[in-house]
Every structure is written in C-alpha cells, then in structure tokens.
C-alpha cells in the first residue's frame, strides 16, 4: 500500500511563496514517479508539476513553468513543490500523486496508481 500524505499548504498573499511537502510510505520511493496537481473550485483537476524517479526530468504546465520547482529527496521519501510569484489564479487543493515504473512525460489526464489527499493553496490578491 502506498500512502502519500500533502502538507504546507496554506493562506498567502499574490507575490508570496509556500513550499509543499509530500511524504510517501512506499517500500522503493525511488520506483515511482511523482506529480503534483491542483484542483481549483469549480474546475477540473489539471497537472502542475512532475519528477521522473531520478529526479533527474521534471515537467511544469506552462501556467506554472518558471514560478513553481519540484524536487524529491529519495532518501526520505518525500517529493516537494517550492511555489514562488504566487497568484490569485494558484487558488487550489494540490494533490500529490505517485506513479509505479513511468518514465514519459505528464499531463492532466496521466492515470496515476496513488493519491494523496490533498493540501489546500490560497492566494488572496
């Protein structure tokens, strides 16, 4: 069973910065590629950032691409998303979601094996 807990989400102003952390129970870390998604009210969930098992590939959406960095420590399990020049349009839950064996590329509708349950994100103007 995997397990993927989210947290550092929080209340921020439009500029600000917030870093989430996701800790994985998994026996191999190093097998999974990981993502992180977010789902604004009212919208469908959309990819925001992926890490390929190295860590050594990452991925953005173009909204977030020179704001938002992922990063992964394999050593602790834990994949992490630094959020920079946040906006009001970041408004989100953020999920974070593992994916067993993948090395291709991410995008929104990438079925993943496993979900955390999310960390809420708000950035108030």
């Known amino acids: 069973q995997v397990q993927l807990v989210e947290s550092g989400g929080g209340l921020v102003q439009a500029g600000g910065s917030l870093r989430l952390s996701c800790a994985v129970s998994?026996?191999?870390?190093?097998?999974?590629?990981m993502g992180w998604f977010r789902q604004a009210p009212g919208k469908e969930r959309e990819f925001a950032a992926g890490?390929?098992?190295?860590?050594?590939?990452?991925y953005y959406a173009d909204s977030v691409k020179g704001r938002f960095t992922i990063s992964r420590d394999n050593a602790k399990s834990t994949v992490y998303l630094q959020m920079t020049s946040l906006k009001p349009e970041d408004t989100a839950v953020y999920y974070c979601?593992?994916?067993?064996?993948?090395?291709?590329?991410?995008?929104?509708?990438?079925?993943?094996?496993?979900w955390g349950k999310g960390t809420l994100v708000t950035v108030s103007s």
């Open positions: 890490i390929s098992w190295s860590g050594a590939s990452t």
């Open positions: 998994v026996r191999t870390f190093s097998n999974y590629a």
């Open positions: 979601a593992a994916r067993k064996y993948y090395s291709g590329s991410f995008y929104s509708a990438l079925p993943m094996d496993d």
